[in-house]
């Protein structure tokens, strides 16, 4: 493929680059994918079976809105490939009444008119029996939200692309991305592309791509830990949603049964945060693993306290926890990082972002707080994790 040209290349085919190819190539755009690894694999940030999706944005409302537009996008991907990514089982936030989370939650409902229940402690016994409720606790219950299987929705991305003309390269490596004055030069191990635009979705491994980025993204590691239930008629997804808990202080989150055995149940852990992928932290100790099996038991009496299967990953992190979504090298280079083990709810949305700004150089959900100037004057390293949820 050496001095292939296109008008644009999309490097690292995950969460993001995956939905930004569909787009492209939906519009009819000549886009070229590559891709380190294979075509769904397990070293990226997406990897690990399901993820929580929430409409409710208690990151704040600037999210709503992108959240509604990912959950009609989540669907159209679903209808046109044949098989749905997401499992409409709502989202239910569990803390004590007064919790910033859940204030923010409300705050988002009430905003844009969401649909939702709020349940007080009676009920949410009587209708959700797997979790301990303390008596000033209170559930919020985003009803748009629920559960994604995120390899298929990675590889139904990935397949609309194609069906519409895109390229994909993959177990290819991009070692250098420089613009030039007729376009950006993609430098690989299986040769150099040229392209009008290039889309970097490369999360962890971003700033190996983009060094100008290091003052502002660092990478994290996040932990996803399955449990196994007493009783999985319990937790299958018409009976139990996925969920976020806040008991004691500490911050947990959750996705109903998949498998018909296990249930995915984590609680918040601390990493370093470390400059480079190969630095993070890759394993859990059999200290994490008993510590976060007695918390899930406090809040999910049913599950044994034993982890039955777990897994790590390295996600991009910026230091007030927003996304980066921006234009670079006078519009060349368009970039999504720092989705600080979030962002996967919102990858078709995102993945539109990207398209919009390499096709016509703005979008409806770009905002000032997720460019890089705006990063740039919160570089401020005091935080050792991300939340996920």
Known sequence: MTNTRTAVVVV????????????LAERGVDVVGVEQFGRVHTRGAYAGESRLFRVAAKEGQVFTPALLRSRELWEKLGAAYGQQPLIAAGALSVGPKGHPDLESTLRSIADFDLPHEVLDAAELRSRYPQFYVEDEDIGVLDTLGGALRPELAVAAATEMALARGATTHYDTTVTAIEPGPDGVRVVTTEGDLLADKVVVSAGPWTTRLLPELADVVKVVTYPLIWFLPRHIEMFTPDRFPGFMRDLHGVHAFGIPSVDGYSVKATPNFEFPLVDDWSDRTMTLTDEHLRWAGEQMQKMIPDLIPAASRWSVHAESLAANKMPIIDSMAEGRIVVA?????????????????????????????????FTVDHHKKFALWGVNATRTG
């Open 12 to 23: 690292g085919l995950g969460s993001m680059g995956s939905m930004a190819l569909w787009q």
């Open 337 to 369: 990082t720092a989705l600080s083990g979030n962002g996967f709810k919102f990858a078709p949305v995102w993945g539109e972002v990207l398209a919009d700004l390499a096709a016509v150089g703005e979008s409806r959900f770009s905002e000032a707080v």
